[in-house]
C-alpha cells in the first residue's frame, strides 16, 4: 500500500496514455494486495465461531467492497490535488476539502453500518475488536498518506 500514494503522485507527472493504465494497473495491484493482507491481519488476531465465521466473512467483504468504492473517491481526490499542486487557488482548495470531508463522513458511516451488522451475530467484544482492527489498519494508510503527499503551498 506504501508505493500506491508515491505512484498517484507521480500520475500528476504524467500524461502518456500508457503511463496512466500501467500506473492504474499498479494501482489495483497494489488495493488487491493490500486486501488480502488486511484478511491475513484480521484472521491473525480474531477468534471466531464457525457460525461467526461463516455470516463475518461475507460481510466484511461487503463492508470493505463499500470502503473501495469510497477508496475510488478518495484516489480522484489524490489525482484532484496533484493535478492542481502548482496552481491552487482558493475555490480548489475549498472542493477539495469539502470532497475530503465527504469522503470521510462516508467511511464513518460505511464502519457504523458493519459494526451493526455483525453486532447481529457477534457479541460486542468482538465487533469492537474488529474495528480496532480496521482503525488501526486504516490509521497505518492515513500515516502513509500524511508523509506522501505534501502541504499546499
Request: hydrophobic residues 45%; charged residues 20%.
Amino acid at each position: 500500500m506504501k508505493y500506491l500514494f508515491s505512484l498517484i503522485l507521480l500520475l500528476s507527472f504524467s500524461t502518456a496514455v500508457s503511463a496512466q493504465t500501467a500506473l492504474d494497473e499498479q494501482i489495483a495491484l497494489t488495493r488487491q494486495s493490500a486486501h488480502t493482507d488486511r484478511k491475513i491481519i484480521l484472521m491473525g488476531n480474531m477468534t471466531f465461531t464457525a457460525d461467526e465465521s461463516a455470516q463475518f466473512w461475507p460481510a466484511w467483504n461487503e463492508y470493505r467492497a463499500a470502503e473501495a468504492a469510497n477508496g475510488d473517491r478518495t484516489l480522484a481526490l489524490i489525482k484532484n490535488f496533484a493535478a492542481n499542486f502548482e496552481n491552487m487557488t482558493n475555490e480548489k482548495a475549498s472542493e477539495l476539502m469539502t470532497d475530503h470531508f465527504s469522503i470521510e463522513m462516508q467511511n464513518l458511516v460505511i464502519k457504523q453500518q458493519f459494526a451493526q451488522d455483525i453486532s447481529k451475530f457477534m457479541p460486542e467484544t468482538k465487533v469492537m475488536r474488529v474495528i480496532q482492527i480496521e482503525n488501526k489498519l486504516d490509521a497505518a494508510i492515513d500515516l502513509q498518506l500524511a508523509s506522501e503527499i505534501p502541504l499546499t503551498k
